[in-house]
């Protein structure tokens, strides 16, 4: 017989030709050299500027989130002054109010 001649696998068979001979599956193996380099090239760019995309992504994230987190504390603290001034002045005309002789005649009808 030929040594060369392909051997005959059954149809129901999911062993390929090339795997049985032991050589290893390779998706790209039917295309030349020529065109596979620069595939891979691509492929390879592709990747790293992708990493590269990632990384920057995450770093603008972390240092947006750090701004507002300052942004909303120094928003925070400005609030509390404010707030901090209205009670107060609102607490002074209250007690003011209070002392007015009218207001005390007003709910101390028995003098």
């Not at 392909?6 to 795997?19: D, F, G, K, W």
């Not at 390779?26 to 595939?39: D, G, K, N, T």
């Not at 007003?106 to 003098?111: D, F, H, K, M």
Request: charged share 15%.
């Amino acid at each position: 017989m030929n040594e060369h001649a392909e051997e005959r696998l059954p149809a129901s068979s999911n062993i390929t030709a090339v795997q049985k001979r032991g050589q290893p599956y390779f998706v790209f193996r039917p295309i030349s050299i020529q065109y596979r380099l620069p595939l891979f090239i691509c492929i390879l760019l592709t990747m790293v500027v992708f990493a590269f995309s990632w990384f920057s992504y995450l770093s603008v994230k972390e240092a947006a989130m750090a701004t507002g987190t300052e942004r909303v504390t120094t928003l925070v603290d400005k609030l509390s002054v404010i707030f901090k001034g209205s009670i107060d002045q609102f607490a002074a005309a209250t007690a003011k109010i209070a002392l007015a002789p009218e207001v005390k005649a007003y709910l101390n009808p028995a003098t």
